[in-house]
């Protein structure tokens, strides 16, 4: 892989851009892989990328039904953070945290992290009270949050309006080292070094079944033919419960379509990202100058990932009250992403009730943050057959233990 | 240099003159024109700058397609970025001002970008800043964001109006041109209701600058006859200045009217029309697409049929001496307007082989020079067009000509406005003969019964010839009539018209054809966005192959006109690089809006104080009156406390406390739910919605509840009273009453179909007033009316009877601990009740109290609160209230999800008591409980006690039961409280004081 750098660019603009290479290969399917990786969003990705960086295993393929980072990747809200109130939680965001702020560097690709500092507003007594827990917790994680008063917010974000009146802003969870990062980026840059590890990246291709014998994995069915692998990844969130079923096993998992919009590009206005949970809506600025928000998810199953409009009005008359001089301008464009809930609204990583077969699913609307750690954990689960410790307590068996892992009290809607 | 010309442009009223200002600057224009024409009528040809390399930029379109001409428009209240000039139609007092440059339009320190184009590919950013770690946020980033963005930031809050329109239709068209009125009329005269929305403020689309013959009429006068057809069917409404702005799922659609953009300051502004439609047809037309040559984004390079637009409808011209470039025939008609306007045309440049039909006769015949198999090399001009480098379209580039114009009128063919059909999921056609896409009409967006219901009609459907879209709309109005249940009865005469013979067009991506480095890196496919035919195949060449990843490797197409003139030539350029079909390619998702439409339209109505209106109870206007500070609980503000002169917030509600500890005290519980469960069924509903058995309840009885959900955690809490053997009248918390609702008939018309039971939420329609304290009972005789002794009303019964002559339900139950009654009289009578309790209770020392009171009070007798002492992951065990979950039941929502192992297991977190070392230290907020460095559990709620005199606080720890008399730490920032584990009931734990 050759080098992305200035000094790389500057080479190339005196030869018309011609030397650059693919940023990653396009390799025919082989017939065999050891490990074989459903799904090439930020997630899958990752995954392999791990597996063949931490752990050594080369031989992956990641067989992908459209083109990489099509689907929850490249249509998130790109909020990155891990103010989370329980432990299990808050020790993967973490982590995924941790390695997004080196991702640039180790990836040779700037994703563009941006650590401008994740805000959620407490606007009634009772979140104020739900986010004072979060941030006693944090302390206790060790994770670096802090309450902001009602004019350390203003000052921080003047476009805001804090005294209401609906809802005057009671004061606010900080997290400064949270942010925003190039979601397109992120799976690019786990492609292209994942790719230059050997890691096939099979795109356009649709996994269409997954064989088995005696109770153990033996491969996948593809529009392209048959691939056999000794280890089965599947990491397709908005499709979990479809592979999950060629697979032969249920998930406890809905799938919806959760909303998000953008308006047209200003200049710069808003620095960091603020969450309105009481009024469903999130917002930040893109670095293009659009204001990215976030609503809420579809009050109904289903897999077409398009926007309804129900959610944005919702979403955009609380961000009008929040932030009263967005109202002329105008939204450019809508869209919708189909997002798999679980009953605790947390992640199931981990081992299957098939032999060799592993599912990375149920991130709901947290799961662009979660990106790095999530490769982590399920590439350390893969290689040595049992949950890793940040994975461990996400297994699919809680759910039949009733073993919750439940951030709705501090969630609320929004991840 | 562009003008106005002394005659034409039938929009506008040159008897009516209006000023407006451009970059401070005064302009004149005259009603009908739009800020383009005046613009361009006043020889102001550079407009704004782009995106990235801050080049400048200049009309090229005349309508919502437009990518350059996007304005700071108006002042303060009224300032609104990115407008579009061309679909900004002009008023007295306008002012516009240019964007994205600094220090001014002309000389913009931002162009040095451009200086440095080479260093700046597509992507280039993906490649570099990535050391130090810290220098993306700090540095880098900054300084990209100070540079991008395009308009400038509102400063003050919208002073406009916003409102929402509900509308049903028959069959909603899309789109006032030709084929959309044509639809409309035929649909129209089956009686169907039809709803027709034009976004421009008039109708006729292309039909008033095309030299077409319909029935004998031209195309105006045609026009002018289908309106006034139209006029004579009352089930047919027109609306212009209204954009089809999206189609979503089941016929739902969203029209976006522009009221009074022309004319600010009356209201509403915009009106966003949400319509359900049963059938939908698309007429939008088509736009037509730009060429690919080097310099093809300088000012005065416009899409052919805006030239003739603008000289049409508005009178003005946007050079005296213009190059006409094509790949098709239609932009003949634009030399033979410019002609017969009488501007110079020193050239058409045609790059087929064999030129054009008879429209090229015609031109020929007029002596305007055709050069066939021709393209251009390059433009030459900085800020606006000097002359054009013409070569062999079939070559490098190399010039054999140069001529010198002012401006180049370019037409690549045309593109079906096929966004509506694509929202929500209808699929395209490539046409290989005018190749474009096209909607393929056995693959429509297909409704909730699996039918399509969006029809394609006009040039939208990919009927370019007039004879074949007037067709398409007669038949696409003849197949939405039917599938509404309409039949038209007479067949219109088939129109009879009269078009000129056309040639085929060629398709031609780069131009000249072998067009190297040098030009293609000068040639634009994304003029707001700065997207190159270069970028797009440095895309491919790294790999990003899908149209998505180039679309969003390049940002071609991401622009604001989100890529009506760049996604077709943008991937016809990719499928080149990559030697594939343009089928294969596909193109991008096309999400609506069709044209950005303003938030403010989204919020509508619900913004201030209409914004999530407050919930107010019977009694609100007296709290208010009488020094309530109020909180938001739900929907509703409830009286938090009331504060006499003198007192701090603290002291009113210890005052509160000990008055109703002490005598007596009133308080407006009116916001708990309260829902009417009725039928043969309602007793077998209840003990499956509750955890505890409710079918065994008396008539005449209370019963405290809980529900939990079906993975066992407490949901909601409160009192059921059974009102006669089918009758239960169920409380709930205030943030539950709907969500409770909800979730009753989620299960009833889901689960229990069968179960013959009805709720009704009554929650508005009674007031409830709590009487609490020593002197409750004294009180309430006093009101007279009823006996609420403790023989005839006893504690957890209740009663109907009289209070004051005022028809009443009086329940005995208790959250405070005192001797209590809760009243329930229709809302009207509310505060006629609290004021006559206020009345008979000031001898006995009554005192209001509010939220914060009552929830103290509830603390120190050690009831939950779901919300504080629940959070989703507790279930009554854990709250030590077993008592309250049957054992008998066969099921009830929750009971197997409680019986998981890990919710049976030891060590869960229990509710417990706690009492600090300290009698003056309360705990804080949501403290938690930290052991060996692990938080082992968090502080509930927190409270100092005025009835005890010390901090009282409830928790839930690990285990909490079994560590009665522990002290615990509750480290918080540098302090370490300590707090020693207790029981929950801190006050008259035997029940002494409520039941009596």
Redesign the interface.
């Known amino acids: 892989m050759r080098k992305?750098?200035?000094f790389?660019?500057?080479r190339?603009?005196?030869r018309?851009?011609?030397g650059?290479?693919?940023?990653?290969?396009?390799p025919e399917p082989k017939k065999s892989y050891q490990v074989v990786i459903v799904g090439a969003g930020g997630h899958g990705l990752a995954t392999a990328y791990y597996l063949a960086k931490n752990h050594g295993i080369r031989d992956i393929a990641v067989i992908e039904k459209?083109?990489?980072?099509?689907g929850n990747t490249?249509r998130n809200t790109t909020i990155i953070r891990s103010n989370y109130l329980q432990?299990e939680s808050a020790a993967i965001y973490e982590k995924a945290r941790g390695l997004y702020?080196?991702l640039?560097?180790e990836l040779?690709?700037?994703i563009?992290?941006?650590?401008?500092g994740v805000m959620m507003l407490a606007q009634?007594?009772?979140e104020l009270?739900?986010y004072?827990?979060i941030?006693?917790?944090n302390?206790?994680q060790g994770v670096a949050t802090e309450m902001l008063t009602p004019e350390q917010v203003k000052s921080k974000v003047p476009?805001m309006e804090i005294n209401g009146?609906?809802?005057p802003v009671l004061g606010a969870l900080w997290q400064a080292r949270g942010?925003t990062a190039?979601h397109?980026?992120v799976a690019?840059?786990y492609a292209r070094a994942a790719s230059d590890l050997g890691v096939d990246i099979i795109?356009q291709t649709e996994v269409t079944g997954i064989t088995q014998s005696g109770g153990q994995v033996t491969g996948v069915q593809t529009t392209r033919g048959d691939i056999s692998c000794k280890k089965l990844g599947i990491v397709v969130a908005g499709h979990s419960g479809v592979l999950a079923e060629m697979a032969g096993f249920r998930l406890p998992i809905e799938s919806v379509s959760l909303q998000a919009l953008v308006?047209?590009?200003?200049?710069?206005?808003i620095d960091v990202v603020v969450m309105a949970n009481t009024?469903h809506g999130y917002l930040s600025?893109s670095?293009?100058?659009e204001l990215v928000i976030g609503g809420g998810a579809d009050g109904y199953n289903n897999y077409?990932q398009?926007?309804?409009?129900h959610h944005?009005?919702e979403t955009?008359?609380?961000?009008?009250?929040t932030f009263?001089?967005?109202?002329?301008?105008?939204?450019?464009?809508?869209?919708g992403g189909i997002v798999d809930m679980t009953?605790?609204r947390s992640p199931i990583i981990g081992k299957t009730p098939l032999g060799g077969c592993f599912i990375n699913c149920g991130w709901g609307t947290g799961g662009f943050k979660s990106i790095p750690g999530s490769g982590w954990a399920l590439a350390a689960t893969m290689a040595s057959g049992e949950p890793d410790e940040l994975a461990a307590p996400f297994g699919l068996e809680?759910f039949?233990?009733?073993?919750?892992i439940?951030e709705?009290?501090a969630a609320g809607v929004a991840h | 240099m562009s003008f106005r010309l002394p005659n034409a442009g039938c929009l506008i009223d040159r008897s009516n003159p209006v000023s407006f200002t451009f970059n401070g600057k005064p302009v004149q224009g005259y009603k009908g024109d739009t800020l383009a024409s005046a613009l361009m009528a006043a020889d102001q040809r550079m407009l704004g700058r782009s995106?990235k390399y801050h080049r400048p930029r200049g009309l090229v379109a005349s309508g919502g397609e437009e990518p350059n001409a996007l304005m700071n428009m108006g002042e303060g209240a009224?300032?609104?970025?990115?407008q579009r000039a061309t679909t900004t139609e002009v008023f007295d007092g306008l002012t516009a001002r240019s964007q994205n440059h600094w220090p001014s339009l002309n000389f913009d320190i931002g162009a040095l970008n451009n200086r440095l184009a080479?260093?700046f590919?597509a992507g280039?950013?993906?490649?570099?800043?990535?050391?130090p770690?810290w220098a993306?946020?700090h540095l880098f980033?900054p300084i990209?964001?100070?540079s991008?963005?395009?308009?400038?930031?509102?400063?003050?809050?919208?002073v406009?109006r916003y409102e929402y329109f509900y509308a049903y239709t028959d069959i909603l068209i899309i789109g006032g041109g030709v084929a959309g009125l044509e639809a409309a009329l035929e649909s129209g005269r089956s009686g169907a209701k039809v709803l027709l929305l034009e976004q421009s403020p008039h109708f006729g689309g292309r039909f008033m600058v095309d030299d077409i013959e319909v029935d004998g009429r031209d195309g105006p006068a045609h026009i002018a006859h289908l309106l006034a057809e139209i006029a004579k069917l009352p089930n047919v409404t027109l609306r212009a200045r209204t954009q089809g702005a999206?189609v979503?799922?089941h016929g739902?659609a969203?029209g976006y009217e522009r009221l009074t953009d022309h004319a600010p300051a009356a209201t509403p502004r915009h009106r966003l029309w949400?319509i359900r439609a049963k059938r939908i047809i698309t007429a939008t037309g088509a736009l037509e697409r730009t060429l690919n040559f080097a310099g093809n984004d300088i000012p005065g390079v416009m899409l052919a049929s805006a030239v003739r637009d603008y000289i049409r409808l508005y009178g003005v011209t946007s050079g005296a001496r213009t190059v006409v470039v094509t790949n098709n025939d239609d932009a003949y008609r634009t030399a033979l307007t410019l002609y017969a306007a009488g501007l110079e045309v020193p050239a058409i440049i045609d790059a087929r082989p064999n030129g054009g039909g008879e429209m090229s006769d015609q031109a020929r015949a007029l002596g305007i020079r055709i050069e066939t198999g021709h393209g251009v090399a390059k433009v030459i001009g900085k800020k606006h067009v000097t002359a054009v480098e013409v070569c062999l379209q079939s070559g490098t580039g190399g010039a054999v000509e140069s001529i010198a114009c002012d401006c180049v009128a370019i037409s690549g063919g045309f593109s079906p406005v096929v966004h509506l059909w694509s929202?929500?999921?209808g699929k395209l056609n490539w046409d290989e003969e005018n190749a474009m896409f096209s909607p393929d009409p056995s693959r429509p967006p297909t409704d909730q019964n699996g039918e399509g219901f969006v029809l394609a009609a006009g040039t939208a459907s990919g009927a370019l010839g007039t004879n074949a879209c007037i067709s398409t709309a007669v038949t696409a109005a003849h197949q939405a009539a039917d599938e509404v249940g309409r039949s038209i009865k007479e067949e219109a005469a088939p129109r009879l018209t009269q078009t000129p013979d056309e040639t085929p067009m060629a398709p031609i991506w780069t131009m000249p054809a072998q067009a190297p480095?040098k030009l293609r890196?000068k040639t634009w496919l994304d003029f707001q966005n700065d997207v190159k035919v270069?970028d797009v195949q440095?895309a491919a060449?790294?790999?990003?192959?899908?149209v998505?990843?180039t679309k969003?490797?390049t940002?071609l197409g991401?622009a604001?006109d989100?890529g009506k003139l760049s996604n077709i030539n943008g991937l016809a350029v990719l499928a080149g690089a990559l030697d594939a079909e343009i089928p294969q390619v596909g193109t991008t998702?096309f999400?609506?809006?069709y044209t950005?439409?303003?938030?403010?339209s989204?919020?509508?109505e619900?913004?201030?104080?209409l914004?999530?209106p407050?919930r107010k109870t019977a009694i609100d206007g007296w709290h208010k009156s009488h020094g309530a500070i109020f909180?938001?609980?739900a929907d509703w503000r409830r009286a938090y406390a009331y504060i006499q002169a003198g007192e701090t917030t603290q002291d009113a509600i210890t005052r509160e406390i000990l008055a109703t500890r002490g005598a007596v005290g009133l308080f407006d519980a009116s916001t708990l739910g309260k829902i009417i469960v009725k039928g043969p069924d309602a007793g077998k509903f209840l003990d499956l919605l509750y955890t505890n058995m409710m079918s065994t309840l008396k008539p005449g009885k209370c019963r405290y509840g809980l529900m939990c959900n079906e993975?066992?955690f407490l949901m909601d809490d409160g009192v059921v009273a059974r009102l006669d053997e089918d009758t239960f009248l169920c409380h709930t918390t205030t943030g539950g009453s709907d969500r409770i609702h909800a979730h009753m008939e989620e299960w009833l018309q889901t689960e229990w179909w069968d179960l013959e039971v009805f709720t009704a939420n009554l929650t508005e329609q009674f007031t409830q007033i709590v009487v609490a304290g020593p002197n409750a009972r004294k009180v309430l005789e006093a009101l007279g009316g009823t006996d609420v002794s403790r023989e005839a009303l006893p504690f957890m019964g209740f009663i109907d009877g009289k209070l004051a002559g005022i028809q009443a339900r009086i329940f005995r139950i208790s959250f405070s601990g005192e001797l209590s009654y809760e009243i329930a009289v229709p809302a009207s009578q509310g505060l006629l009740l609290w004021n006559l309790l206020l009345q008979a209770g000031a001898d006995f020392g009554i005192a209001p109290y509010g939220t914060e009171a009552l929830h103290v009070m509830r603390g120190e007798k050690g009831f939950v609160v779901v919300?504080?002492e629940s959070?989703?992951?507790v279930t009554p065990h854990d709250l030590g209230m077993s008592w309250a979950v049957s054992k008998k039941k066969e099921d009830f929502i929750g009971k197997r999800?409680?019986q998981?192992?890990?919710?049976m297991a030891a060590g869960r977190k229990q509710l417990v008591g706690l009492r600090t070392l300290s009698d003056t230290e309360k705990l804080?907020?949501?403290?938690?409980a930290?052991e060996g460095?692990?938080?082992i559990g968090?502080v509930t709620s927190t409270y100092f006690s005025p009835t005890l005199g010390h901090p009282i606080a409830m928790a839930l720890i690990n285990g909490g039961q079994s560590r009665m008399g522990e002290v615990l730490d509750f480290p918080?920032g540098s302090k370490v409280h300590k707090a020693r584990v207790v029981d929950l009931v801190f006050y008259d734990k035997e029940g002494a004081q409520q039941d009596v």
């Open positions: 992305y750098s200035a790389a660019i500057a190339e603009a005196f018309h851009h011609s650059w290479q693919r940023a990653w290969r396009s459209g083109w990489l980072g099509g490249g432990d702020e080196g640039s560097a040779n690709y700037n563009m992290f941006s650590p401008r009634t007594e009772h009270r739900g004072h827990r941030n006693q917790a302390a206790i476009i009146p609906r809802y942010g190039r397109d980026a690019w840059g795109q308006s047209e590009p200003i200049k710069p206005c009024v600025q670095d293009k100058g077409t398009r926007g309804s409009f944005v009005e955009v008359r609380a961000l009008i009250e009263p001089i967005i109202s002329r301008l105008k939204q450019l464009r809508q869209w009953g605790d809680r039949a233990e009733g073993r919750f439940d709705s009290v | 995106f009224r300032f609104e970025p990115n080479r260093f590919p280039f950013y993906y490649k570099t800043f990535m050391k770690q993306w946020k980033e990209i964001r100070n991008a963005g395009l308009g400038q930031v509102p400063t003050e809050r919208d406009d999206g979503f799922d739902y969203l949400r929202h929500c999921g480095y890196s270069s440095l060449r790294e790999g990003y192959e899908s998505e990843h969003r490797y940002t991401m604001t989100q998702t999400r609506p809006p950005p439409i303003s938030l403010g989204i919020a509508g619900a913004s201030g104080p914004f999530k407050t909180e938001p609980v993975n066992g919300g504080d959070d989703g992951t999800g409680m998981r192992s890990f919710l804080p907020e949501s403290a938690h930290v460095g692990k938080a968090h918080v």
